[in-house]
Every structure is written in structure tokens, then in C-alpha cells.
């Protein structure tokens, strides 16, 4: 099967396959633009007791009886059910699981929704012998490490007046690495009200600190973690004006392995002959 979609006047097409894994046939998938390809891509898969359960979509949430997963989470798995072979939807909606249980021709058989996966479960009559959070894949290591990096708190330009997130993710990323008490709000506030819309980190940063205080190689990689998750390089919100800032850095010898404003013993090596 293959489906097109056109985004900013390019044509993206996603192939589906049929793929062998340790489990049997699962789907993988391709996507193919302007002669250019991924590798193939495969859902991920967990296995429980017989099951093979495919992750369809992993969320976060605070809900420790969810197993900190969240609304929109879904995986699926097939088993027989009424003497029919069914494919099992799980999800969670709202403050509800949902259980749907559909036959072999995509017809809706019957539904289940609980607050919680083993109350859920309970209502099923089968597969009593185990937990529910099983089959909804929330003990699995894989699927509790996506939904950890989910956790990782993160923001976009729109959120940098948002001091609450904004505080969550120093206190992630900075808090406990930094080796003296900064304002580091007036870093994003002046970054925010500036004329340039891209910055030199290392001269920003320093004004932030004593005059005195050099920033090690540690501290700096934690600053750049953070901004990693503030939507930095730039804090523009148009590709053209991206497109500009790339101009002007080129120009002033930044884009480059060694920037214009560093001495280059290879460049003075050759303009030696």
C-alpha cells in the first residue's frame, strides 16, 4: 500500500511492507522523497506470554495507575475471543481506558472502559490470569523508556513567558550542574526583546556570570542541553528569516569547520607554497 502526501509543495510517499521479525509478519514502512529514502521502519512490538502486542502510539501523563502513560496511548493485539479471531484496541481517553474488540472483517464486536487497565479487564472474562497492565504493555522496559523521554520537559518560543515550564525545565536540565546562582532567566528575556533573532552562545552566557567565573566544558554542554529542548538555535519563528540568519552566519565565517575568527594552522599551512 502506498499513500502521497504533499507538504510545502513536496511529494512524501510512505510505502507499507510486509516485514518478519522474531514474532512473525508485522507491517514496516518507507517514506520516499525527491529520490531520497529512510530504512525501513518497523512498528514496534512487545512480547507477553503468546501475545504479540503492536505500540501504536505512546503518551505521557502524571497518572502513576497508568503507569505514567497518557491520553492517546493505543496498542493492539489479536486473540480469540468469542470463538473468533479479534483484534484487540486499547487505549486511554480522557480518564478512561478503553478496551475495543473488533472481528476478522473490521466489524465493531463489543467495547469495555474502566478507570483503570485491571478493573478494565476484569469486565472482559478472559486472560483472567493476568494483570491488565500486561496487555496494555505498561511494565514493558521499551515502552516506559518512550514514555520517560516524554516526560523530559520541553517548550516551543510561544512558551518562554510561561514561568512554571520554563522553571520545570531548569530545574531538569540545570539546577543541580551549574556551579553558581544565575539569573537565568535574563538569559531568555534578553534573547526574547533583542533586534537578532540568533545569538553566540558562549558571549551570551557570560554575561549571565561573575566576571571571574570561566564556564567549563561541563557547564556549557548542560546550557546547550537545555536550549535543546527551548527550541534553540533560533528563536525565529519563519524560515525565511532562518534562511537570513544562515546568510549572515555564513558571511561571518561561522559556517565553516573553523570559524574565520580562529586561528587556522591548515589555511597558513597552504598560503605558505
Same mark, same amino acid.
Given at each position: 500500500? =502506498? ?118 479487564? =476484569? ?143 591548515? =589555511? ?6
Amino acid at each position: 500500500m =502506498k499513500t502521497l502526501v504533499n507538504l510545502n509543495e513536496r511529494d512524501f510517499i510512505i510505502e507499507v511492507f510486509e516485514t518478519t521479525s522474531e514474532y512473525g509478519s508485522m507491517p514496516g514502512y518507507i517514506c520516499k522523497c525527491d529520490g531520497i529514502q529512510n530504512e525501513l521502519y518497523q512498528t514496534l512490538t512487545v512480547a507477553i506470554y503468546k501475545l504479540r502486542i503492536w505500540i501504536m502510539s505512546v503518551e505521557k501523563s502524571n497518572k502513576s495507575e497508568w503507569n505514567l502513560a497518557g491520553i492517546g496511548y493505543k496498542v493492539t493485539f489479536i486473540y480469540t475471543f468469542r470463538k473468533q479471531r479479534c483484534v484487540f484496541v486499547q487505549e486511554f481517553e480522557e480518564d478512561e481506558c478503553t478496551l475495543t474488540i473488533y472481528t476478522g472483517e473490521n466489524i465493531k464486536l463489543c467495547s469495555f472502559t474502566n478507570c483503570d487497565s485491571e478493573s478494565l479487564w =476484569k469486565k472482559v472474562g478472559i486472560l483472567q490470569q493476568y494483570n491488565g497492565k500486561l496487555f496494555f504493555g505498561l511494565e514493558e522496559p521499551q515502552i516506559q523508556y518512550f514514555i520517560q523521554i516524554l516526560r523530559i520537559p520541553s517548550c516551543t518560543l510561544n512558551d518562554w513567558n510561561d514561568g512554571d515550564l520554563m522553571k520545570s525545565i531548569f530545574v531538569y536540565h540545570l539546577k543541580r550542574r551549574i556551579s553558581t546562582c544565575i539569573n537565568w532567566q535574563e538569559f531568555f528575556n534578553q534573547w526574547l526583546i533583542g533586534l537578532s533573532t540568533i545569538i553566540e552562545l558562549k558571549t551570551q552566557l557570560k554575561k549571565l556570570y561573575p566576571s571571574n567565573h570561566k564556564i567549563n566544558a561541563r557547564e556549557f554542554r548542560t546550557w546547550k542541553a537545555m536550549l535543546r529542548n527551548v527550541e534553540f538555535w533560533s528563536r525565529s519563528l519563519t524560515p525565511e528569516i532562518d534562511k537570513t540568519n544562515l546568510e549572515i552566519l555564513y558571511r561571518q565565517g561561522f559556517l565553516i569547520p573553523i570559524p574565520s575568527y580562529l586561528k587556522n594552522d591548515t =589555511k597558513t599551512f597552504w598560503n605558505s607554497f
